[in-house]
Structure formats: structure tokens, C-alpha cells
């Protein structure tokens, strides 16, 4: 079981930069891949960015590559997104999610292949 705590949003101008956090308990954290997700109103949840249990390997969608880089600590049971350059696009929810690793058919962008999820953290960007 993992309990996974998004921080770090909050309203920032467009051409400015967010740092989120996502922290997790337990001790097996640097055993699950990562992701990154996004809401925004009325949308479904999408893919963001992926990050492999060792961090040597990382995926993103297409809107954000450039843009964002995610990031892990395993010694402090953390992932990371770097949100550089936001565009009024990018507001949304932005949820981490933990995969266990146990569902290969699934794409790194499906949400099932997720097998934990937090409660979300709110991004504004503002004009």
C-alpha cells in the first residue's frame, strides 16, 4: 500500500514556473514507477509524465515536452514535476499516480496501469 501527497501548486502567471511534489509512504516507494496526470474542468484525467523506478527513464506528453521534467528522490520517497514555461492550457488538477509495475500491456498513459493515486494538487494559470 501506498499513500501518495501532491503539493506545491497554487496560481502563477502565464510564462511562469511551478515546482509540484508528490510524496509517498511506505517503504517500497523506489519500486513503483511514477506518473504525473492532469484534470482540468469538464476534461477527462490525461497523461503528463512518467518517470521509471530508477528515474534513468522518463516519458511525457506531447504538449508539455520542453517544458516540464519530472524528477525523483527515492532517498526521500518523492517525485517531482518542473512546470517551466505554463500556458493557460496547463491549468488543471495535476495528480500523482504510482504504478506497480505489474500491468505491461498497458501504455505508460493509461490510467489503469496506475495502481495508486493522490488527491490532487490545483494549478491556475492566469493571463
Known amino acids: 500500500q501506498v499513500q501518495l501527497e501532491e503539493s506545491g501548486g497554487g496560481l502563477v502567471q502565464a510564462g511562469g514556473s511551478l515546482r509540484l511534489s508528490c510524496a509517498a509512504s511506505g517503504r517500497t516507494f523506489s519500486s513503483y514507477a511514477m506518473g504525473w496526470f492532469r484534470q482540468a474542468p469538464g476534461k477527462e484525467r490525461q497523461f503528463v509524465a512518467r518517470?521509471?523506478?530508477?528515474?534513468?527513464?522518463?516519458s511525457y506528453t506531447d504538449s508539455v515536452k520542453g517544458r516540464f521534467t519530472i524528477s525523483r528522490d527515492n532517498a526521500k520517497n518523492t517525485v517531482y514535476l518542473q512546470m517551466n514555461s505554463l500556458k493557460l492550457e496547463d491549468t488543471a488538477v495535476y495528480y500523482c499516480?504510482?504504478?506497480?509495475?505489474?500491468?505491461?500491456?498497458?501504455?505508460?498513459?493509461?490510467?489503469?496501469?496506475?495502481?495508486?493515486w493522490g488527491q490532487g494538487t490545483q494549478v491556475t494559470v492566469s493571463s
Open positions: 518517470i521509471s523506478w530508477s528515474g534513468a527513464v522518463t
Open positions: 499516480a504510482a504504478d506497480r509495475q505489474d500491468k505491461r500491456a498497458l501504455i505508460v498513459s493509461d490510467l489503469r496501469k496506475y495502481d495508486y
